[in-house]
Every structure is written in C-alpha cells, then in structure tokens.
C-alpha cells in the first residue's frame, strides 16, 4: 500500500516520477504529491484523489530530480495536508513514506518543539530525522534507528540529494537510461531497465549522477549484485473499458498460457521438497486464501494432509511447525506484508517455502527456495479475477504431479481450457439480484470455497453487505436472517453433495428466500447452467459467473470496479 517513487539524472525526473506512480496507482489512490528542485529550491505539489488530479498540477514542470508518492491513507484522513511528500519543520527536507512508524506517538512526544501539520506517522519521521546530525543518509540512518514498524523510504533536501531506506516495504533501484530510478515496485521498471537491486531490510541507498551506493545499517558501504528483469507475458491483450471486465475475459487465454508452462512437469520437479515429506500447509490473505483453501482440498484428496492459513492469523497464531511439510505461500504480488512475515519467519525456522505467485522478481520469490509462477500477466484491477483462476489451477497441477496422475490427466485438461466457458451472467439476473437487500452466497465442499470468493468480489467492489456460509451451517443461526428480502446465490459442483445441498435450498424457500442456482447439476431451482468438466476443474469455471455478477452490480451503481473505496492491489502494510 503507498507507492513510493524517486528519480534522479539527465531527465525531466518530475515526468518519470508522474509516469511511474501512475503505473503505482494500483497501492492506493487517495491522494498523491511530488517534490523537486527548481532554482535551488525543494518545491512540494500534492492533491487530493487520484493521480490525474496531480497531473494536472505539475504540467510544464521540470526538473532533474523528484520524488513522489501515491497514497493509501493509513494514519490521517484523505486531505492535502496528509497527502507525501511531507516535511521536515525547517522545510529542508521532503520525504515518501511507505509502511507504518509503529511508535509514531512517542517520538512526536519527544519532537515537542516541531508544529505539526499532519496527521501522519511520516511527518514524525522526517522530523526525526532532521533533527539528527551528518549529511542526509547519516541522518536518515540515526533516525531509523529509532523507529519501529515498516517503511521503505526516499528523502530530498533542498541540496537535491536523494536517500532511500527500507524495512520490511519494498523498494527497487536501477539505472535507467540517463539517470537512475527508485520504485516500490518492480512493475515500473520493466521497460526501463533490463536490471535491478532490490534494497534488503535495513539497507540503505544513496543516488546521484554518478550512481547508486548501497550502505548497510551501521553505514559502512556494501557491494549489492544486480538481478535480471523478469517480465511479464505478455497476456494483457484483451481491453475493455475496465481492467477487471479485460482481465475476467483473459482467464481462458491465461490458463492455456500457464498450461504451456507446466506441461513438461520441470517447473514441479525443480522443487525441493522437505526430505521426509508429509504435509502441505499453505498461506494468504483474501482472494489468495481462497485459492489456497481450494489447494488444500486438492491435496488432501491425493491423500496429503493440507491445511489453508490466513496470514494474518498464522503470523500471531500458535501454529506447530512441522519440518517435513511443505509451507506454500499463496499471493498476486508476492508484496503482501502479512504473507510476507510469514514466510520470513518460516524461512527463519529453516522450515521448507514455495511461493506461488503471478509477479516476477516478487519479494516472496526471493525469500523462499521454491517458485510456482502462475502465468496471468499483469493484474492491475483491484479485485483479483483471472489470478485467482490461475492460482487455483496451478495448485490442481500440482496435486496431479504429486500424485504421479499429471501425464495420464493431460487430455482431460486439455480439452477442459478448449472448451473453457467465460459464462456471463445476464441482465435480468443482475437486475433481479440487485433487488435484494440480503445476498448470501452457500456452498458445500469446493463450492463453499467458490461462495467465499464471489461474496468477497461482491463486497469490494460494490459495497453490498454480503456474505458466505457454508450451507449446512445455515440451520445453526444464520437461517434467522433470511426472508423475502433476502437472495441466496447456492453453488454446485459436487454429485456427492448436491441432494444436501437442494435440501438447504428448500430450507431457504421455505422461509421465502429466493434462490438462485449455479450447477451443471439439472434442477427445478432457477438456474445458471454450467457445462460438466471433472470435478475438481469446476470451481475454475464456476467463480466466472460470480466475477461477472460483482463486476455487473458494480457498473450498474456507477462505481469505478478497478478502484475501489478503502482498497489498494498490493497491501504492504499489516
Ligand atoms: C481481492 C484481492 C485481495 C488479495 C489479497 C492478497 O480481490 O485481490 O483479497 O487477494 O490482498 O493479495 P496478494 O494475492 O497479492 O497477496
């Protein structure tokens, strides 16, 4: 969350910056801000919203060096005064702020001579850091010292000197062409740059025109090697007037695409699984997790014991490790802080990690020993669509590899991504469901999983109240809820569980609910059909309709589905 940016070099640096928290956008869009030097002095712009209000501002401006920042507010409200770059009190220094100054309270205590004009943690810290002695990194190292909680960093003084910090956020620098670039993401650099360095916790950076010098935390120099730029396949072909109506209708494109990838098994058999292996438990946060939870039923199924975790419990959670299993770390980005943590401290515990995600050069990958790259291209709306579908198969994949099945399934599968169906949902239905004030989405088994995902697209992209429950918990409190003004959205998928499952639907009628049914299962129930594929593929087919439905519901209330309220696509704060 917070994209942070910084540019330096024989440029205009003011447009860089601008273009790259455009492509930043995605970490949050409720204000934005640039600082620069012009005629020797340290200049800030910020707005409020989105980064084209910005644009707007710094038009015709030039200047050889910047830095800015696009915001996801976490301490303060959406207004100007809190929008990066912020200040220190002599006006000397600007800086940009992604991650949270944790003791952020005390040290304003302690800097009780500074007038404050911000809410943020971030102005705390760059008064900190003014207040301390030496040039502008012995400065921002000192100060670090003191903070607690995460950041990555980039500072400006009014001397166009620029430093960078990091601690947990993530930060990219790379030479590119006449200058040099600092990014929280490596996104921005992809057609930049053919290399990069990725700032370590606790590293430090200084850039200028004649490069870029690494210092470790007690500031002594460090030689850091640069990584090769991976880039994204290029899958982003389809557009539409929303990334998320584009990126539901690449899903069958990209899961061919990953398909290709893995269908010689050498992805799978590079992995080095625990010596004696006897278990899968794998982590995420939302849309993730949800793949994840339809990866443990996966494994199980070929008789491995498996377990999904939400990283955000796991990482304060009393887990017990277990040196023989398998931990998978489920993530788009592969920069979400609580997945992140959690990997670090398995790593740490010498525990083996996979990390399965859909961006090159990720954090994740780096940490853990394993890779499962999904090959979705790039997801830049907020709401995860064609990643999850992607996730979901891979870790399909994967179970069939680990059961020795995957040769023997190749045709089943090829014939499923031929004929994979991008099923719509219809207007009238859209408008039907609209009517409601209650939606409940059930499910048993996979579908359950399947009912978790669509309420989660629904709720964040519409801000429709709605959730899932499996369906034999209906009768154990939440039955109370349903009337006439409630519609239920049950999910089928299962022989084994579908005459249970028509049973919960009853119950709901019977309290004058309205239903409607998506299965490839026939009904007297009004229905969505689906086309029948094995069993496990379904849950690949079945969220579509449900994407559609949110992405509907979304248009038909005049939102923007790519930017929703509260949100940000990579949440790299706890
Ligand atoms: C919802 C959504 C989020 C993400 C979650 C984890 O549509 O996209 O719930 O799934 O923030 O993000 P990643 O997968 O990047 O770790």
Same mark, same amino acid.
């Given at each position: 969350m917070c994209g942070i940016c910084a540019c330096i070099g024989n440029l205009n640096a003011v447009k860089y910056v601008l273009d790259g928290l455009k492509i930043l956008e995605y970490r949050g869009y409720d204000s934005a801000g640039i600082s620069y030097i012009e005629n020797k002095e340290l200049k800030t712009i910020k707005s409020v919203g989105e980064i084209c209000n910005l644009e707007k501002k710094v038009k015709g401006i030039f200047s050889n060096v910047a830095i800015g920042h696009t915001r996801w507010a976490t301490? =303060?409200? !959406?207004?100007e005064d809190n929008a990066h770059p912020h200040l220190s009190f002599n006006k000397g220094i600007a800086i940009v702020h992604n991650g949270i100054v944790e003791n952020y309270k005390d040290l304003k205590d302690k800097l009780n001579n500074v007038k404050w004009?911000?809410?943020?943690d971030t102005e705390v810290f760059v008064n900190l850091v003014a207040e301390k002695e030496g040039d502008l990194l012995e400065k921002l190292i000192n100060a670090s010292k003191e903070i607690s909680g995460s950041f990555a960093v980039a500072l400006l003084d009014k001397d166009g000197n620029i430093v960078f910090g990091k601690r947990e956020s993530p930060l990219y620098i790379a030479h590119i062409n006449n200058g040099v670039m600092a990014v929280s993401d490596t996104y921005v650099l992809c057609d930049l740059a053919e290399d990069f360095y990725t700032l370590n916790d606790n590293e430090f950076a200084k850039i200028n025109g004649n490069g870029i010098f690494f210092y470790d935390k007690n500031g002594k120099k460090i030689i850091k090697n640069k990584e090769k730029m991976q880039n994204f #396949?290029?899958? #982003?072909e389809i557009f539409e007037k929303t990334h998320m109506k584009s990126e539901i209708l690449e899903t069958k494109k990209v899961l061919i695409e990953t398909f290709k990838n893995y269908k010689n098994e050498l992805l799978f058999s590079s992995i080095k699984l625990p010596k004696k292996f006897e278990e899968i438990e794998l982590i995420a946060c939302g849309t993730a997790y949800h793949s994840a939870l339809q990866g443990a039923e996966y494994f199980k199924k070929i008789g491995i014991p498996s377990h999904a975790y939400i990283a955000s419990e796991f990482r304060y959670g009393n887990e017990i490790l277990n040196k023989n299993a398998l931990y998978i770390f489920v993530s788009q980005s592969g920069e979400t802080a609580d997945t992140i943590a959690c990997a670090k401290m398995l790593k740490e515990k010498n525990m083996t990690c996979l990390a399965l995600t859909?961006?090159?050069?990720s954090y994740l990958n780096k940490i853990c020993e394993n890779v499962l790259p999904t090959? *979705? =291209?790039?997801? @830049? *709306? !907020?709401?995860?669509?064609k990643a999850y579908s992607c996730q979901v198969f891979v870790l399909y994949l994967f179970s069939l590899y680990l059961s020795g099945k995957f040769k023997e399934s190749e045709k089943e599968i090829l014939d499923f991504l031929k004929n994979f169906p991008l099923l719509d949902i219809n207007n009238g239905l859209v408008d039907k469901i609209s009517n409601f004030e209650k939606i409940f989405f059930i499910g048993r088994g996979q579908d359950y999983i399947t009912a978790l995902e669509g309420s989660l697209k629904l709720k964040e992209i519409t801000y429709i109240n709605s959730f899932a429950i499996a369906? =034999?918990?209906?009768?154990?409190?939440?039955?109370?809820? @349903?009337?006439?003004?409630s519609i239920v959205i049950a999910i089928c998928t299962e022989e084994k569980i579908k005459e249970k499952l028509f049973s919960n639907i009853e119950e709901v009628k019977a309290r004058e609910g309205s239903v409607l049914l998506i299965s490839n299962f026939p009904s007297s129930f009004e229905s969505l059909i689906l086309p029948t594929f094995p069993t496990a593929l379904m849950p690949i087919i079945s969220i579509i309709p449900l994407q559609f439905l949110a992405l509907h519901m979304c248009e038909k209330l005049g939102y923007n589905p790519d930017k929703p309220k509260n949100l940000a696509k990579s949440v790299t704060v706890e």
């Open positions: 301490h =303060g409200s !959406v207004t004009h911000s809410q943020t #396949n290029k899958n #982003n859909n961006t090159p050069n090959f *979705a =291209g790039k997801e @830049i *709306a !907020v709401a995860s669509t369906s =034999g918990e209906l009768k154990h409190g939440t039955l109370a809820l @349903i009337d006439k003004k």
